[in-house]
């Protein structure tokens, strides 16, 4: 007659813990990769709408006309890269650094609008580069209405989740406005 072997509930209990914290410490793995993901991409979202708010805040502020001295007052790169700093800071992003020139494109428009080749973009992660354009070309402005006025914020974003940075690597963030400077 074969002999049954007898455990106890208290061993039972026993054998029963030690195997769900083995279940427990495979799963976490795979949530932690997804709740880090997850952050990762809502950071994303969130910097790539303050640097399209930045954009706007620039171009609109650069555009404005004072109708009454028949001027446009902010129609200079110090003036738009403060309006366009002030939003960064604000989303609590660093400070812009102004770049000379208009950034090259890939795809050959003559609008400066994306995709833009790799070295328009910072080399250091999470600084904002910005580029500003007046009637697609780079240089001084002319006071006066009907001119387009284009400012680029680019920006390499670096995800702080290890395993999503080892895969993927950066990520280039731009946001580009253009706005016709009001006024005669």
């Given amino acids: 007659m ?3 072997l007898y ?3 208290k061993a ?8 769900s914290l083995v279940e427990f410490a495979l799963s976490s793995v795979v949530l932690l990769l997804l709740v880090g993901g997850l952050v990762d991409i809502g950071r994303a979202i969130s910097v790539s709408e ?3 708010n930045a954009a706007r805040e620039g171009a609109r502020h650069g555009a404005w ?3 009454p001295n028949q001027r446009t007052p902010y129609l200079s790169d110090a003036a738009i890269q403060a309006a366009v700093d002030d939003e960064l800071v604000a989303g609590s992003l660093p400070a812009s650094t102004l770049k000379p020139g208009c950034p090259s494109v890939s795809d050959g428009n003559g609008y400066h609008n994306p995709p833009y080749p790799n070295a328009t973009y910072p080399v250091a992660a999470n600084q ?6 007046y009637n697609n ?8 209405g ?4 284009n400012v680029i914020v680019l920006y390499t974003f670096a995800p702080m989740t290890p395993l999503i940075t080892g895969q993927f690597g950066v990520f280039h963030l731009a946001a580009n406005e253009h706005i016709l400077v009001q006024g005669p």
């Fill in 137 to 144: 070309a780079s240089g001084p402005p002319v006071q006066g």
């Fill in 50 to 52: 303050t640097l399209a």
């Fill in 65 to 67: 006309f004072d109708a």
């Fill in 128 to 133: 904002p580069w910005l580029y500003i354009c």
């Fill in 7 to 9: 455990v106890t509930p």
């Fill in 2 to 4: 074969p002999r049954r």
């Fill in 12 to 19: 039972q209990k026993m054998h029963q813990r030690g195997q």
């Fill in 146 to 149: 009907g001119q387009d006025l």
